[in-house]
């Protein structure tokens, strides 16, 4: 079955960086399209980040553009996000997820989810 397993969260001081990673296995890695959203107790899940199977088309939520940056390794099944310059309003729970056929910045177009890594920002 398809598993996407996060990991790179952790707790971080203001302006710091951190790099997420999400390996995929049980599906064709190269032919998905690659999210992340982030979700905070209560609220719904925000998208933050999208990769095309290619690695060539790239779009950002408008919070973090300029910041944050995806990337992905189809030899090793792996999406990346690197966090920098991060803020107290980043800290969330963040997914990965997996979409098949064409870029979406909406939560409910994933057919696949990670359970998440936990990113604090301290102020």
């Known amino acids: 079955q398809v598993q996407l397993v996060e990991s790179g969260g952790g707790l971080v001081q203001d302006a710091g960086s951190l790099r997420l990673s999400c390996a995929a296995s049980?599906?064709?890695?190269?032919?998905?399209?690659m999210g992340w959203f982030r979700q905070t107790s209560g609220k719904a899940r925000d998208f933050v980040a999208v990769?095309?199977?290619?690695?060539?088309?790239?779009s950002y939520s408008d919070s973090v553009k300029g910041r944050f940056t995806i990337s992905r390794d189809n030899i090793k099944n792996t999406v990346y996000l690197q966090m920098n310059n991060l803020q107290p309003e980043d800290t969330a729970l963040y997914y990965c997820?997996?979409?098949?056929?064409?870029?979406?910045?909406?939560?409910?177009?994933?057919?696949?989810w990670g359970q998440g890594t936990q990113v604090t920002v301290s102020s």
């Open positions: 997820a997996a979409r098949y056929t064409s870029i979406s910045t909406s939560p409910e177009r994933y057919a696949y």
């Open positions: 990769i095309s199977p290619g690695g060539g088309d790239t």
């Open positions: 049980g599906l064709t890695f190269s032919r998905y399209y």
